[in-house]
């Protein structure tokens, strides 16, 4: 899975994991920074528009702003991907 790969892959995805650690610390601190959050994950989904990880956590920022509209495509976007990992 892309996020184990994160950890292990040489330095040039090292940007993409800056992205994803600082959204996921936005997302869960407690301190409803969830613009920053939305921010962060939509970096890694500029570098990476595959990454089924960024679509849902952005989804899940979106929905604790009340931006259900957004939060359902990216929900429905991370479900497309999936799909076609499974293909």
């Given at each position: 899975?892309?996020?184990?790969?994160?950890?292990?892959?040489?330095?040039?995805?090292?940007?993409?994991?800056?992205?994803?650690?600082?959204?996921?610390?936005?997302?869960?601190?407690?301190?409803?920074?969830?613009?920053e959050a939305?921010?962060?994950?939509?970096?890694?989904?500029?570098?990476?528009?595959?990454?089924?990880?960024?679509?849902?956590?952005?989804?899940?920022?979106?929905?604790?702003?009340?931006?259900?509209?957004?939060?359902?495509?990216?929900?429905?976007?991370?479900?497309?991907l999936e799909?076609?990992?499974k293909v």
């Open positions: 899975m892309k996020l184990l790969q994160w950890f292990f892959s040489p330095k040039e995805d090292s940007t993409l994991a800056f992205h994803m650690k600082r959204g996921n610390k936005f997302l869960y601190s407690g301190h409803e920074q969830y613009q939305i921010a962060e994950f939509s970096k890694v989904i500029e570098l990476d528009e595959q990454c089924v990880e960024a679509y849902v956590l952005r989804g899940m920022a979106y929905y604790f702003c009340n931006e259900l509209e957004l939060a359902g495509k990216d929900f429905h976007k991370s479900h497309e799909a076609q990992k």
